[in-house]
């Protein structure tokens, strides 16, 4: 890296870590220790210091190397602060303090954060992208909500649909190649019933005495979609349902088939309108079904299916025993051996599981993740055998993100919810209650693995209490005062680059809080991949529209000194597009105007 590239990276906080990074492989040089024998230098943390007399960031790096360099912490903190501040350092490091154990604190420049800001209104848009090192880029396949077709999205659902689809915002963002999936659930004992479900509103729809049955689906839903089919297909199966009549059951195989796919697909096209209605699209939408179908047969079963069980087969994994084949998951960590076709012939949903992950991976994806939600936390150590069976037996190569439940507010009080019972509130109902905008950002508020509670009383309040409204306030603030600025200046529109117009201006501490905010937005990006959080991005942008606010109200943007007025419209046009993009990789509009 040139003198010049390596400058140009010290913008952003991101580069500085590199830097640091490279600077401390010259004090802990890999190559004075074998091969293997130790790990390389850990990457280099910054933290920004609670109080500017801790400095303008900070770094824990020398506690965590300090037994590589064969140094204490604190004398690694210090080789490392004066090497760097010679070096890379020159020129945007002022001085640099050990603390506490072994903390390195390092004071920026005024002239880093004029740097840093001019850096970022020249990325624009493009500020945090591709913040992922290139060699840990991958083709990654998102599968998330995939839900039996059976009856509208919940706010369940809605979670889990936000969180994917932030989640693959977030992945194509920072340089994955992501594919999103919805594996639709249409094979099966629950379709079975759902058909029969169908049949019975259908049935009295048609003035036939024919109840639900009582492990079918109740929701008032099926009669909206039985009204549906009687106006496309009329009174064509008032006979079988009739001699059926009253035992939904009895419903010949061939017209339940009818039912269960016209149903099916009906259903399918509500879960379309509502997903597109709350911003989340799919790349490919595979039918369970489909796994079943085309190709030569092995153990009776053709398509996906067939393939599975013949390599399975191959490799020794199947047995036989009790009239039923069974995959060997006890050699791979699982508490049993699991069955793949039941003493009936029938397959388990396990076995298309299998299928579906196999197809998964045939298609060149180097990493899977699926989201699930709290109900299948125990099925993961199956999904994990079941992985390592299958070629290349890499089960690092399977992600399983478990989410947990969402309580809906009312009033205070927590609503109860059966899909079964018809007792539901939809992803339409929420989103015609509190609005599409505070469904997705409230939805990504906690990390997957914790309970949200979703007060629909505070999601429309349009106050700095509710944490959606606060943000897009800022945003809107912003637009603003740009529009006013400009109108001011006798133009149409703030300029967004600012470049060398700021001078050599003093940077005063809200300036330098709200521009060490800003920089620090890659990072935060990086982390929320990394650690599957897009609720880091939801509190980054809580922080960053308090960070502003309080710079607006203490540094006045239009002055007399035309260098403290660019460096500051500067500020504001950094603020706003990266609030901008920030609530677009949460799915959320950043309004103009509020």
């Given at each position: 890296?040139?003198?010049?590239?390596?400058?140009?990276?010290?913008?952003?906080?991101?580069?500085?870590?590199?830097?640091?990074?490279?600077?401390?492989?010259?004090?802990?040089?890999?190559?004075?220790?074998?091969?293997?024998?130790?790990?390389?230098?850990?990457?280099?943390?910054?933290?920004?210091?609670?109080?500017?007399?801790?400095?303008?960031?900070?770094?824990?790096?020398?506690?965590?190397?300090?037994?590589?360099?064969?140094?204490?912490?604190?004398?690694?903190?210090?080789?490392?602060?004066?090497?760097?501040?010679?070096?890379?350092?020159?020129?945007?490091?002022?001085?640099?303090?050990?603390?506490?154990?072994?903390?390195?604190?390092?004071?920026?420049?005024?002239?880093?954060?004029?740097?840093?800001?001019?850096?970022?209104?020249?990325?624009?848009?493009?500020?945090?992208?591709?913040?992922?090192?290139?060699?840990?880029?991958?083709?990654?396949?998102?599968?998330?909500?995939?839900?039996?077709?059976?009856?509208?999205?919940?706010?369940?659902?809605?979670?889990?649909?936000?969180?994917?689809?932030?989640?693959?915002?977030?992945?194509?963002?920072?340089?994955?190649?992501?594919?999103?999936?919805?594996?639709?659930?249409?094979?099966?004992?629950?379709?079975?019933?759902?058909?029969?479900?169908?049949?019975?509103?259908?049935?009295?729809?048609?003035?036939?005495?024919?109840?639900?049955?009582?492990?079918?689906?109740?929701?008032?839903?099926?009669?909206?979609?039985?009204?549906?089919?009687?106006?496309?297909?009329?009174?064509?199966?008032?006979?079988?349902?009739?001699?059926?009549?009253?035992?939904?059951?009895?419903?010949?195989?061939?017209?339940?088939?009818?039912?269960?796919?016209?149903?099916?697909?009906?259903?399918?096209?509500?879960?379309?309108?509502?997903?597109?209605?709350?911003?989340?699209?799919?790349?490919?939408?595979?039918?369970?079904?489909?796994?079943?179908?085309?190709?030569?047969?092995?153990?009776?079963?053709?398509?996906?299916?067939?393939?599975?069980?013949?390599?399975?087969?191959?490799?020794?994994?199947?047995?036989?025993?009790?009239?039923?084949?069974?995959?060997?998951?006890?050699?791979?960590?699982?508490?049993?051996?699991?069955?793949?076709?039941?003493?009936?012939?029938?397959?388990?949903?396990?076995?298309?599981?299998?299928?579906?992950?196999?197809?998964?991976?045939?298609?060149?994806?180097?990493?899977?993740?699926?989201?699930?939600?709290?109900?299948?936390?125990?099925?993961?150590?199956?999904?994990?055998?079941?992985?390592?069976?299958?070629?290349?037996?890499?089960?690092?190569?399977?992600?399983?993100?478990?989410?947990?439940?969402?309580?809906?507010?009312?009033?205070?009080?927590?609503?109860?919810?059966?899909?079964?019972?018809?007792?539901?509130?939809?992803?339409?109902?929420?989103?015609?209650?509190?609005?599409?905008?505070?469904?997705?950002?409230?939805?990504?508020?906690?990390?997957?693995?914790?309970?949200?509670?979703?007060?629909?009383?505070?999601?429309?309040?349009?106050?700095?209490?509710?944490?959606?409204?606060?943000?897009?306030?800022?945003?809107?603030?912003?637009?603003?005062?740009?529009?006013?600025?400009?109108?001011?200046?006798?133009?149409?529109?703030?300029?967004?680059?600012?470049?060398?117009?700021?001078?050599?201006?003093?940077?005063?501490?809200?300036?330098?809080?709200?521009?060490?905010?800003?920089?620090?937005?890659?990072?935060?990006?990086?982390?929320?991949?990394?650690?599957?959080?897009?609720?880091?991005?939801?509190?980054?942008?809580?922080?960053?529209?308090?960070?502003?606010?309080?710079?607006?109200?203490?540094?006045?943007?239009?002055?007399?000194?035309?260098?403290?007025?660019?460096?500051?419209?500067?500020?504001?046009?950094?603020?706003?597009?990266?609030?901008?993009?920030?609530?677009?990789?949460?799915g959320v509009s950043a309004p103009q105007s509020m």
């Amino acid at each position: 890296m040139s003198d010049r590239d390596e400058h140009e990276e010290l913008y952003g906080l991101s580069g500085l870590g590199r830097s640091l990074g490279r600077t401390l492989a010259t004090i802990v040089p890999l190559a004075d220790r074998p091969a293997g024998a130790e790990p390389a230098p850990p990457p280099i943390e910054l933290t920004l210091p609670p109080k500017p007399e801790f400095g303008d960031v900070s770094t824990p790096v020398a506690l965590a190397a300090a037994r590589l360099a064969g140094r204490s912490p604190r004398e690694l903190a210090g080789e490392l602060g004066a090497a760097w501040s010679a070096g890379p350092g020159a020129g945007i490091c002022e001085r640099f303090e050990v603390a506490g154990p072994g903390f390195l604190n390092l004071f920026l420049s005024d002239g880093w954060y004029r740097d840093a800001t001019r850096h970022m209104l020249a990325l624009g848009d493009d500020h945090g992208r591709d913040v992922l090192p290139a060699g840990r880029r991958q083709k990654v396949n998102v599968e998330f909500v995939s839900v039996n077709p059976t009856g509208p999205l919940h706010v369940g659902h809605a979670r889990y649909a936000s969180m994917g689809d932030a989640l693959c915002r977030l992945f194509a963002f920072a340089g994955h190649e992501v594919t999103r999936e919805f594996y639709v659930n249409d094979f099966g004992t629950q379709m079975v019933k759902f058909g029969q479900s169908l049949a019975a509103r259908y049935a009295q729809r048609l003035g036939i005495d024919m109840a639900v049955p009582d492990d079918g689906y109740l929701g008032d839903y099926l009669l909206e979609v039985a009204d549906r089919l009687i106006d496309e297909v009329g009174d064509r199966y008032r006979a079988a349902v009739a001699a059926a009549a009253p035992d939904a059951t009895g419903v010949p195989v061939e017209v339940a088939d009818e039912l269960r796919s016209w149903g099916r697909d009906a259903i399918l096209a509500r879960f379309r309108d509502t997903l597109e209605r709350l911003r989340v699209p799919f790349d490919v939408w595979t039918s369970e079904a489909s796994l079943y179908a085309g190709g030569a047969s092995h153990r009776g079963f053709a398509g996906e299916v067939g393939k599975a069980l013949r390599e399975l087969d191959a490799d020794g994994e199947l047995f036989d025993a009790d009239a039923a084949v069974w995959l060997r998951t006890t050699d791979y960590g699982d508490d049993k051996d699991r069955v793949l076709i039941r003493q009936t012939g029938a397959p388990t949903y396990f076995l298309s599981d299998i299928a579906y992950h196999r197809d998964k991976m045939d298609r060149g994806f180097g990493h899977l993740i699926d989201i699930w939600g709290a109900d299948h936390h125990g099925y993961v150590p199956r999904m994990k055998a079941m992985f390592t069976a299958l070629p290349p037996h890499d089960p690092e190569r399977l992600e399983l993100i478990i989410g947990q439940m969402v309580n809906l507010l009312e009033s205070g009080v927590a609503r109860r919810m059966s899909k079964r019972r018809g007792d539901i509130v939809t992803v339409d109902d929420l989103i015609d209650a509190i609005g599409v905008d505070a469904v997705r950002f409230f939805m990504v508020a906690r990390s997957h693995d914790s309970t949200l509670d979703l007060d629909l009383d505070l999601a429309v309040e349009q106050s700095s209490k509710n944490p959606v409204y606060y943000v897009q306030y800022a945003h809107a603030r912003i637009c603003s005062v740009l529009a006013n600025l400009a109108r001011e200046q006798g133009g149409e529109t703030a300029p967004t680059h600012l470049g060398a117009s700021f001078g050599e201006v003093a940077v005063g501490p809200y300036e330098r809080n709200l521009a060490r905010t800003l920089a620090r937005f890659p990072l935060v990006v990086l982390e929320a991949v990394e650690r599957r959080g897009p609720h880091r991005v939801h509190a980054y942008l809580g922080e960053l529209a308090a960070e502003f606010h309080v710079f607006y109200r203490n540094c006045r943007v239009l002055t007399d000194d035309p260098e403290v007025a660019a460096f500051r419209t500067g500020l504001c046009v950094a603020t706003r597009t990266t609030l901008a993009k920030g609530l677009e990789l949460l799915g959320v509009s950043a309004p103009q105007s509020m």
